[in-house]
């Protein structure tokens, strides 16, 4: 079936530093691409998200890059602080659907 | 502020048995979802309503049934509970009738545990 890749699995980065994910999607009818947080223990929350009419947003750390063309979309955390170590996926649209990244750990290390 | 009360937090039953998991919302959202989640992967749709009353598979519905009573709650059984496939079941929930550009709202999540 429909695939979004997401890479890497795990990311180690020192404090301070910037974080990237990277997800591949299938679909050139999706147009939508929400990124999710998941701390251990707790629910998926969202953080931020792009729709296909931008090519980058911004919020508080948090940068999304959107290339239609590749199929690509990228999520950034500028200075990372020990709070933002934890799962991340993305998420692409198709029909009524999002299709899920399998994931990201993201640690952050002192 | 809305919630999402997924019951119960654990549900341990023993291989074959029939596990049925319960969602409720008070968000008055249309859409609302049941993802699986193995440790330390990403979430795979069971099944997913639009409105009351309807269902629509997702890409992991065998082995499950779902129902939408009511437009605040969906629950999920388990037809025939197999030890692989002990996981952590996720309900959502979103606004919008089948719009998948919306947030979805996460409840807190059921751990089934099969003996």
């Known amino acids: 079936g429909e695939q979004v890749e997401q890479l890497p699995s795990i990311l180690r980065v020192q404090e301070g530093s910037s974080a990237s994910i990277n997800c591949t999607y299938e679909?050139?009818?999706?147009?939508?691409f929400p990124w999710y947080k998941q701390e251990p223990g707790e629910n998926p929350k969202l953080i931020i998200d792009?729709?296909?009419n931008m090519e980058r947003k911004q919020t508080q750390g948090l940068i999304v890059l959107l290339d239609k063309k590749a199929k690509r979309f990228s999520l950034h955390i500028t200075d990372t602080q020990p709070g933002d170590s934890a799962m991340y996926f993305c998420?692409?649209?198709?029909?009524?659907?999002?299709?899920w990244g399998s994931g990201t750990k993201l640690i952050i290390k002192p | 502020g809305g919630i999402i009360t997924q019951t119960p937090k654990f549900l341990i039953g023993q291989e074959g048995q029939k596990l049925t998991l319960k969602c409720q919302q008070n968000?008055?959202?249309?859409?609302m979802y049941w993802y699986r989640q193995d440790s330390g992967k990403g979430l795979r749709l069971i099944y997913y309503?639009?409105?009351?009353?309807?269902?629509q598979k997702g890409d992991l519905s065998e082995g499950y049934d779902a129902s939408r009573e009511k437009k605040s709650s969906f629950s999920l059984t388990v037809t025939s509970a197999q030890k692989n496939e002990m996981a952590v079941f996720l309900c959502?929930?979103?606004?919008?009738?089948?719009?998948?550009?919306?947030?979805?709202?996460f409840g807190e999540g059921s751990r089934l545990i099969v003996v």
């Open positions: 959502a929930s979103s606004i919008d009738r089948g719009n998948s550009g919306n947030t979805l709202y």
């Open positions: 968000f008055n959202h249309d859409t």
């Open positions: 309503s639009i409105t009351e009353n309807d269902l």
């Open positions: 679909n050139s009818a999706s147009n939508y």
């Open positions: 792009i729709r296909s």
């Open positions: 998420a692409a649209s198709r029909n009524y659907q999002l299709i």
